[in-house]
């Protein structure tokens, strides 16, 4: 039985990925988290803003057709500056960092594509700009609760859904050779891991556990294709003189191991 809700991809290589929907409760947290980070930048905007507003002023009331609505321009502009930092803070972060926010990587929570990839930014867009529709009322939170998929109305409009990262863990299912303990550590230096996303690690994951189940032919080509995608993923230009084989045992490792 299951507990949480599961949602399922399927790779180009043919592995069927599962993960679990983050739920209100991990959202909720991952809200909470981004919104004392966004009243602190807020914080800090306004002070400057009281200042440069005060110069503003000035030339504002040196215009003949403005100068008596001096007021009224300040507020319209601090109104647009504060949308757009709120807009802005969730577009930037979950952009740049792959579907997560300060709050969602705390919460080991992400948002992804409707079909596993990676949001852009113009998914993150329209996440952000329908986010105070979803928080007026609560709205957002009653979609979450009574859709299948656990979505907000941004995440509808946008195509998205936010799933649980993946939890890095030991598996018993296949053996680690030494050669690969030992080269782990050299990709934690010369490879960029932030970059491997979980389904990745879980393509990398699910074939080191079915190897063994392969056709010779098919598993070398299997493992030459992943070791090519994975060594673009991580921009790593020059692969180390090892098996495809040792080399995803070794990001496999390393990812473990890598700072979060």
């Known amino acids: 039985m299951h507990f949480f809700n599961r949602v399922k991809f399927r790779t180009p290589e043919s592995v069927e990925l599962e993960f679990t929907l983050a739920g209100i409760g991990n959202r909720a947290w991952a809200l909470v988290i981004d919104y004392l980070a966004l009243a602190v930048i807020i914080l800090v905007c306004i002070y400057a ?3 440069v507003s005060g110069q503003l002023a000035d030339i504002l009331e040196q215009q003949e057709a403005i100068g008596s609505q001096v007021g009224l321009w300040l507020v319209a502009i601090t109104f647009l500056l504060l949308f757009g930092i709120y ?13 997560q926010t300060p709050g969602k990587r705390f919460a080991k929570i992400r948002v992804v594509r409707d079909d596993g990839r990676p949001v ?18 609560f709205l957002g939170a009653f979609f979450i609760m009574f859709s299948s998929r656990e979505k907000r109305l941004g995440d509808w409009v946008a195509g998205t859904i936010v799933i649980e990262s993946e939890i890095a863990t030991q598996s018993a299912t296949f053996t ?5 303990k030992s080269l782990y550590t050299e990709l934690l230096d010369i490879a960029d891991l932030s970059q491997l996303l979980p389904d990745d690690f879980a393509v ?6 079915r190897r063994g ?13 992943l070791t090519q995608q994975v060594a673009a993923i991580v921009n790593l230009d020059n692969l180390p ?7 995803l045992e070794a990001v496999y490792l390393a990812y473990q191991h890598k700072e979060f």
Request: glycine residues 4%; aromatic residues 16%; charged residues 20%.
């Open 241 to 247: 003189a090892v098996a495809p084989d040792i080399f």
């Open 87 to 99: 807009v802005g803070y969730f577009v930037f972060f979950e952009t740049l960092w792959q579907g």
């Open 204 to 209: 990398i994951r699910e074939y080191l556990q």
């Open 176 to 180: 680690i050779s030494e050669q690969a």
């Open 213 to 225: 189940a392969m056709a010779t032919k098919s598993r070398v080509a299997l493992a030459s294709k």
């Open 120 to 137: 852009g930014l113009a998914q993150t867009t329209l996440r952000a700009l329908l986010r105070p529709l979803d928080e007026f009322f």
């Open 49 to 51: 803003w009281i200042y």
